[in-house]
């Protein structure tokens, strides 16, 4: 869900009534498990929480709960009566997660000597909120996040807090970036001295920050202070600092929510991570391939919608970056993003969508020829005939394969 200022809270009205609103609004009735399966003294925590207080309408299949003891045996519990799968998270830590249909149930045992020692263990204010349900609704917060929340502030608990798990500190910005908060001066301070500690984390975690970051609604406003502050120094981008606050104020109202979908996330991803940082931090082949393909032809932007690129480029262009073609297209002229994404929409583009009109199945029984890699390049030289209307139809492009093969065959052995 994307929170706006004209989202409607339910952060209004005494504790006690926002406890039994917020109850109500998380739809507990839909829950895979009944709530008496949960000991006294369970309380809700987390993203679902939060998000729950963010608006009147929420929903979620994602859950995370804290009990006094016995987290593992509970988990057990629910899959002997309910089916499922009970895995166990950190057995030292007595945490484990119940999975049922698409629901994930996270349950962890207390730790600290009572609830508010433990929720004051936790990163932000707003995530140290915790709802009692057993035997009635109640709002527990020992920091101060409702009203945090309420004024979307993201305030650290502590520094020492942040020290003890530094993926905290990438958090931050994704949580900026997901629900529209500012960040606390002290709380900026706390993340800029203690930036270089983020190194000793886990690859795969910070991975997976940035991985929800970029797909942010309001990450555009949050990367530029992101690099301010250097916090992904190690991995990170060299480039003009600066460069990045542009594209944040790029006109794409030629997009529809799908295309930016598709551009957005690609584009800040190619913006803030070097590739040496994309794989250093675990990321995909395909993804490090395609934010290397948008950083190259960005380089080659002639700022006239490519038009000076000779035939081989411009095919090229589109070969490499045809699916995530609407990355490139951000960064062009309002005029020329029209005139692209008109012919990106159109699957039947030849250029826009390149393809063979003969596959290589149909080549080697036309050709009566045997397996090899003149199968590739011919397919190149058809799809790229075939992209700029030179070949209209089958009998063309057969008799084209035909010359072709005619003209090559001695270097095709």
Request: hydrophobic share 40%.
């Amino acid at each position: 869900m994307t929170y706006t200022s004209e989202t409607p809270f339910i952060l209004e009205g005494n504790r006690s009534f926002l406890a039994k609103k917020l109850f109500q609004s998380l739809k507990h009735d839909t829950w895979p498990f009944k709530l008496n399966d949960f000991p006294e003294g369970t309380v809700l925590v987390g993203g679902a929480l939060r998000d729950g207080l963010l608006s009147n309408d929420h929903s979620t299949s994602d859950l995370d709960f804290v009990v006094p003891k016995n987290a593992i045996a509970i988990c057990n519990n629910l899959e002997k009566k309910y089916g499922g799968t009970a895995v166990v998270l950190d057995l030292q830590r007595d945490i484990a997660r119940f999975v049922f249909d698409h629901w994930t149930i996270d349950i962890a045992s207390q730790v600290g000597k009572d609830l508010n020692e433990d929720l004051l263990r936790r990163d932000f204010t707003i995530n140290a909120i915790a709802l009692k349900f057993i035997p009635s609704p109640i709002l527990i917060d020992p920091s101060g996040g409702l009203n945090d929340l309420k004024s979307r502030k993201l305030v650290a608990i502590s520094e020492q807090n942040l020290i003890d798990d530094p993926l905290r500190m990438i958090r931050a910005f994704r949580l900026m970036s997901e629900l529209n908060l500012e960040l606390e001066g002290r709380t900026e301070s706390f993340i800029r001295d203690n930036a270089a500690l983020l190194k000793r984390v886990a690859s795969e975690r910070i991975k997976v920050e940035i991985g929800r970051l970029i797909k942010g609604h309001w990450a555009d406003e949050v990367i530029p202070l992101l690099r301010k502050i250097n916090l992904l120094v190690p991995w990170e981008r060299n480039f003009n600092k600066d460069k990045y606050d542009s594209l944040s104020l790029k006109n794409v109202s030629s997009f529809n929510s799908n295309e930016l979908k598709i551009a957005l996330p690609l584009v800040r991803l190619t913006s803030v991570l070097s590739e040496e940082g994309l794989v250093q931090l675990g990321f995909g082949r395909k993804i490090i391939r395609n934010c290397n393909s948008l950083r190259n032809w960005q380089k080659r932007n002639d700022g006239c919608g490519y038009k000076t690129l000779d035939e081989v480029d411009r095919f090229s262009l589109h070969l490499e970056l045809e699916t995530h073609l609407p990355a490139l297209i951000v960064m062009l002229s309002d005029e020329d993003q029209k005139i692209w994404l008109e012919r990106w929409r159109d699957p039947l583009d030849p250029l826009f969508h390149p393809s063979s009109p003969l596959n290589g199945q149909t080549l080697k029984t036309i050709l009566e020829a045997p397996e090899g890699p003149w199968i590739g390049e011919l397919l190149y030289f058809l799809s790229k005939e075939k992209a700029f209307g030179r070949l209209q139809n089958g009998e063309e492009a057969v008799e084209l394969a035909r010359y072709w093969w005619q003209h090559n065959q001695p270097f095709c052995d």
